[in-house]
């Protein structure tokens, strides 16, 4: 079974509006990392943060993390239609081996 | 720096044969692992390999199967295909494998059993 899950399972914006995603996992982590994957392709690393770090950033890329809720938040700012892909979080504790959740996908309207 | 590089992209193979599917690293990264995607039980970690040594497996048959070569490459190998093999199937990599590397993915390959 997965390790993570992600909500909303779809989420549909307009282009310029923020767009938040959740993902809840279920074991102790030492780090949770966000994905994207556009259609049919490979996942493009976005951010990775350490379970002792409570918020990140890169770019229109704001990512959070509550562990003591174990869940974490990934804010895309200014949303762009090239933004349109599926998102995904992974919870790892080394090795790669990574956990990961079903995934949201985003939708921006042009 | 190249990227994680699969080979094939794409490919169609009938019931009960075999496939080798290949995956080169960023240079100097010595982990990797693969996954599996399908659309009913979305992205599971099949293996990892560091320094030519399976380190950690998943929950699969043996069918599948896999290892890594002294300049880090890996391939991986699916005997006896079955159509619930089909899938993309990725690589990924990270200098150790170790907590709090980034995994860097490559684009994986399509494999479609008929």
């Known amino acids: 079974s997965q390790q993570g899950e992600e909500d909303p399972q779809a989420l549909s914006i307009q282009e310029g509006e923020n767009a938040t995603m959740n993902c809840s996992y279920k074991?102790?982590?030492?780090?949770l990392q966000w994905y994207r994957q556009n259609s049919g392709r490979g996942l493009v690393h976005l951010i990775l943060i350490r379970s002792n770090e409570r918020e990140k950033h890169s770019g229109r890329l704001r990512v959070t993390l509550d562990t003591s809720k174990k869940s974490s938040s990934l804010l895309i700012t200014a949303s762009r239609a090239a933004d349109t892909a599926s998102y995904f979080c992974?919870?790892?504790?080394?090795?790669?081996?990574?956990?990961f959740g079903t995934g949201t996908r985003l939708t921006v309207i042009p | 720096k190249a990227g994680v590089t699969q080979t094939p992209r794409y490919l169609i193979k009938t019931r009960g044969q075999q496939v080798t599917l290949s995956c080169s690293p960023i240079s100097g990264h010595r982990s990797v692992s693969w996954y599996q995607q399908t659309p009913g039980q979305g992205l599971q970690f099949l293996f990892e390999?560091?320094?030519?040594?399976?380190?950690n497996k998943g929950n699969f048959p043996g069918r599948f199967s896999g290892r890594q070569f002294s300049n880090s490459r890996s391939e991986m190998n699916v005997s006896t295909l079955e159509l619930g093999d089909s899938a993309l199937y990725l690589c990924?990599?990270?200098?150790?494998?170790?907590?709090?590397?980034?995994?860097?993915f490559g684009e994986g390959s399509w494999l479609t059993v008929v």
């Open positions: 992974a919870t790892g504790t080394g090795a790669n081996n990574l956990f």
């Open positions: 074991t102790s982590i030492n780090n």
């Open positions: 390999y560091f320094s030519e040594t399976q380190r």
């Open positions: 990924a990599s990270s200098p150790t494998g170790g907590m709090g590397n980034t995994i860097y």
